[in-house]
């Protein structure tokens, strides 16, 4: 009877030994077939050959950012003609978190300009229509006021965008809220298209400048201490740099808030409301005047002919076709680059 036992036992333990390392086999050719697959892919991921020819057109989404190493200047020249071969006005949705250096390396000054701008295009679009959303809810508040009583939503909703653009709300009841809806129209708006392109433009040198390539700053702000970028020529009594930002994105963002928060642009503000006439009824705004804008940035920077400069650019290089508002082309997926 021992003896059964024991060969039953054995066997047993022959039969868990067989499994464990049927087991071990079985994930060693997993990992072997994930480690061959994601090779494969990473290959013809980091192919700007397939991103544009083949990705990009496709019906497959990027879920974060492709790295791409520095070197790789192919990938703005596949970028150039991605967009030569595209005949649509629209925007294609390909979207850098920071500025290639190689850019500076284009020899042609013209197709220099032109990759500039479609690399912070697509940015700038998402913070213009962000912004245009938030100011068609005040729209509709504003209008609604006309015909009847607000709900709580709209209360809460001119409370949060108090909030976030600055505006005080001295109490609780209609009239304090409809004083800050005023003040809001006045805020709460985009910055032209064409106008954000030269500023920027002109503060990076067309992509090229040392707070751009160290600091994603695409519009040189200040901040009054050393804990941005030092500018090289500034006096050693002052106490100012410049502002740095993890993404593209964020410099624009940062933008969009200063020119509509910091009292330094209230008569940018006051024109640009001017302009549009807050009191008409929703979806009939004035069209926003970007040489008129221009010259009411006089606090932006200590150069007297600064806001000229900035309609020469404008000009010269037709930036006001962007001002037709422009569209993200969805028959193309979205694309994000992180350039190492």
């Not at 701008?117 to 504003?142: G, V």
């Not at 979806?283 to 221009?294: C, D, F, M």
Request: proline share 3%; net charge positive.
């Amino acid at each position: 009877m021992s003896n059964t036992i024991n060969v039953k036992a054995i066997s047993f333990r022959s039969f868990k030994k067989f499994l464990k390392k049927l087991l071990a086999n079985y994930i060693f050719f997993v990992v072997i077939l994930l480690f061959v697959g994601g090779y494969v892919t990473t290959f013809f991921l980091f192919s700007s050959n397939y991103i544009f020819n083949d990705f990009i057109p496709s019906n497959g989404y990027s879920r974060g950012c492709i790295k791409v190493v520095e070197e790789d200047t192919q990938l703005l020249y596949d970028m150039k003609k991605l967009y030569n071969n595209h005949k649509s006005k629209s925007i294609l949705p390909i979207y850098f978190i920071n500025m290639p250096k190689q850019l500076a390396n284009i020899s042609s000054v013209e197709d220099r300009k032109q990759l500039f701008i479609n690399i912070i295009l697509p940015i700038l679009l998402q913070n213009y229509d962000a912004t245009l959303k938030e100011r068609e809810s005040l729209l509709y508040i504003n209008n609604k006021l006309l015909s009847r009583p607000l709900v709580d939503q709209d209360f809460l909703l001119i409370k949060r965008l108090a909030f976030k653009y600055k505006v005080p709300i001295r109490g609780e009841d209609f009239w304090d809220y409809t004083n800050a809806l005023d003040q809001l129209l006045i805020k709460v708006d985009v910055v032209p298209m064409s106008l954000a392109l030269a500023v920027a433009a002109k503060e990076t040198g067309w992509g090229t400048s040392r707070f751009l390539l160290e600091g994603n700053s695409l519009f040189s702000e200040w901040r009054w201490d050393n804990e941005g970028i030092i500018p090289k020529q500034r006096s050693r009594y002052k106490k100012y740099s410049v502002k740095k930002f993890r993404t593209l994105a964020r410099s624009v963002a940062s933008y969009y808030y200063n020119l509509n928060t910091n009292k330094a642009y209230v008569d940018f503000r006051l024109h640009r409301a001017s302009q549009r006439n807050v009191e008409v009824e929703l979806g009939s705004t004035g069209k926003l005047e970007p040489n008129n804008l221009a010259r009411q940035l006089f606090n932006y920077s200590n150069d007297p002919y600064y806001a000229e400069e900035l309609i020469q650019i404008m000009r010269k290089n037709h930036l006001y076709s962007y001002d037709s508002m422009p569209q993200i082309d969805n028959n193309y997926n979205k694309m994000c680059f992180h350039v190492l």
